[in-house]
């Protein structure tokens, strides 16, 4: 799989947020947070989002990877 952000998996996946944050058991903020890498979601939140977006949880973290990567560049 290529490497994607969380907000790409999710777009990718044609979720809302708010459908994400409820399937999973979190907020739309804390996944818009997670999206925009300002927190890091808990192994048990990755392994929720590997679940939602059908990918593998190594997924998820590269993911919250890329988007660390992002920030620093930004930053």
Do not use: F, W
């Amino acid at each position: 799989m290529k490497n994607y952000t969380l907000k790409e998996m999710r777009i990718r996946s044609k979720k809302t947020q708010k459908e994400v944050a409820d399937k999973i058991g979190i907020t739309i903020t804390y996944l818009s947070l997670m999206e925009c890498g300002k927190k890091h979601p808990s192994d048990r939140v990755k392994r929720k989002l590997a679940n939602e977006y059908r990918v593998n949880t190594i997924d998820i973290y590269k993911a919250v990877e890329k988007q660390e990567k992002i920030l620093m560049k930004e930053g």
